[in-house]
């Protein structure tokens, strides 16, 4: 049985500038419903295709198309995934199903050592 594309879940990173401060709280608020929020205007966004254009019409029914800019760009599905710094994601949750500050998709052990035995130094 072959799934249809729009069941695949994608990871988007969806960031926003809105120029108005209600229509920025409105933005924030439905945003929220759909999306992880990871810093004030960025928001990490897993889910299919259909569900990603219902959040972003709803979005575009609230934003000023002539002053606000609201960008949905989409995650590769493999490579290197990191953060520096303490996590904005809830305790458990991680990025990519990975449980460290450098999360990768494959195998990144030997370059963790690497750079581990360089510190030392």
């Known amino acids: 049985m072959l799934l249809e594309k729009r069941f695949f879940m994608s990871e988007y990173i969806i960031c926003y500038d809105i120029t108005n401060p209600r229509r920025l709280g409105r933005i924030h608020r439905t945003l929220k419903q759909y999306a992880v929020p990871l810093q004030y205007s960025v928001f990490l966004f897993t889910g299919s295709a259909a569900q990603l254009a219902q959040c972003l019409a709803r ?63």
Not at 103 to 119: G, I, L, R
Request: glycine share 8%; charged share 30%.
């Open 59 to 121: 979005l575009q029914a609230i934003m000023d198309e002539h002053s606000d800019d609201i960008r949905a760009y989409p995650l590769p599905q493999r490579g290197l995934r990191f953060t520096l710094g303490p996590s904005k994601l809830p305790a458990g949750v991680t990025l990519g199903g990975v449980a460290s500050h450098w999360q990768n998709t494959e195998d990144c052990s030997a370059e963790n050592e690497d750079a581990e035995n360089e510190d030392d130094d």
